[in-house]
Each structure stands twice: as C-alpha cells, then as structure tokens.
C-alpha cells in the first residue's frame, strides 16, 4: 500500500513533443505528491508539486494532472528540449508518516 | 549558499570495513534524511531525523546508524561495509516533513 508505481521506465521524445510520465498509488492518506528531476552525477530538484485538492497544477511547460479517484498523477513536458533530458521521480506523502516515497524513476532522453 | 553539503564525493570500502557519510546543511531545517539510490528502484529512505536529538528508521534501515546532535549535521554510519551497500546516497534536507527536500550531490560508495 506504500508504494508509488511510475512508468515508464525509460522515454524517448523528439525535441518540441510532449514527454508524459504516469504514476499511481494506493494509500488513499497520500496528501503532498511531488515531482523531482534528476541530472547525472547531481542529486535530485524539486521540479513541481499537487496537493490533492486540485486537479492540475501548471508552471511553465510543466503541468501535473492529479486524478484523486483512479489515484493516479501525471507529469506532462511541454515542447520538450534535450535540456530536459533527465531522470524524473513522482514522490507522495501522507502527513503525519514523515516518510517521502518514491516512484522508481523515468529516464527521459529528448532527440534534438 | 551551500544547501546541502554531502561528503565524501567518492569512496571506495573493503567488505567489513566502516565509514562515516557526512552531511551538513545550512538552512536551519528541522527535517533531514538519507536515501540510497540504486538502479531500477529509486530513492529508499534509510534513516530520518525530525530534530536535533530525534532519528527513526526508515524503509532500509539495516546495516546504517544515524545521530543528530546539532540542527545542521546528520551524518550516516556504516557498521561493517557489505558489496550490497554499493550504492549512491543522498541526504535531503526540509523545513518540515510535508515541505519540498533539497538533496545534496550525493555519495556514490562501492564497497569490493
């Protein structure tokens, strides 16, 4: 029940596509659902985060799109770059666990 | 600003062998943790603290131990190195439980 499944696992997209990345979950006490991007040799930033009282939530080319009732929660890349080649994390919540559970991650290669 | 300051960058262990994982924030943030990072299985918690004085055991606590005497420094013990701690560890730090986590660069540990 703490787990947060993400895929896929791997995702390539031409340079100006759109990049999805889905993840789902089963505790219904998750409350704080981030998303991390990851480059190589760095530790992984906060890119954008929901909390479940809003279905999307949008900063700049980044949107994420929260489903409470199919618990599920999606990043979408926008005109995607090779900048934005990366590995990227969905991560939730439950207060009052003081514990982040992470998805295993979705390595994103951008074409130019 | 330093953020989160992770150190060694690099180490390499011989089995049985034990070392200390450093890291050290400059935020005052109450909240900090260490993960380990392996491929295909994303971010593991290891250890947390809450507070100086306050640490609890995470999802892979086995192996590890973990102080916090000052807000700043929470550092990682490994008690007698195993080639199943090969692995890359980041600490992250917050202002509370349910904020975003700022990672450091991480250690990347290979244990022979």
């Known amino acids: 029940q703490q787990q947060v499944k993400q895929s896929p696992q791997s995702l390539i997209v031409q340079k100006g596509g759109i990049s999805i990345i889905n993840c789902a979950y089963e505790n219904t006490a998750f409350d704080y659902f981030p998303w991390y991007q990851q480059f190589p040799g760095k530790g992984p930033a906060l890119l954008i985060a929901i909390r479940p009282d809003v279905s999307e939530k949008k900063e700049g080319r980044f949107t994420i799109s929260f489903n409470k009732s199919a618990k599920q929660f999606s990043l979408h890349i926008m005109d995607s770059q090779p900048g934005d080649s990366a590995t990227y994390f969905c991560a939730a919540w439950a207060s009052g666990t003081y514990k982040y559970i992470f998805g295993t991650g979705t390595r994103l290669k951008v074409l130019a | 600003n330093a953020g989160v300051t992770q150190t060694p960058k690099f180490q390499v262990l011989k089995t049985g062998q034990s070392m200390t994982l450093q890291c050290a924030q400059d935020?005052?943030?109450?909240?900090m943790s260490w993960y380990r990072q392996d491929p295909g299985m994303g971010l593991r918690l290891i250890h947390y603290?809450?507070?100086?004085?306050?640490?609890d055991q995470g999802e892979v606590p086995n192996g590890y131990n973990v102080s916090r005497s000052t807000t700043e420094d929470f550092p990682l013990r490994l008690l007698s190195a195993a080639p199943s701690q090969t692995s890359v560890y980041f600490c992250a730090s917050s202002n509370d439980h349910n904020q975003p986590q700022h990672f450091g660069d991480g250690t990347r540990l290979s244990i022979l």
């Open positions: 935020m005052n943030h109450e909240y």
């Open positions: 603290s809450v507070g100086a004085g306050i640490t």
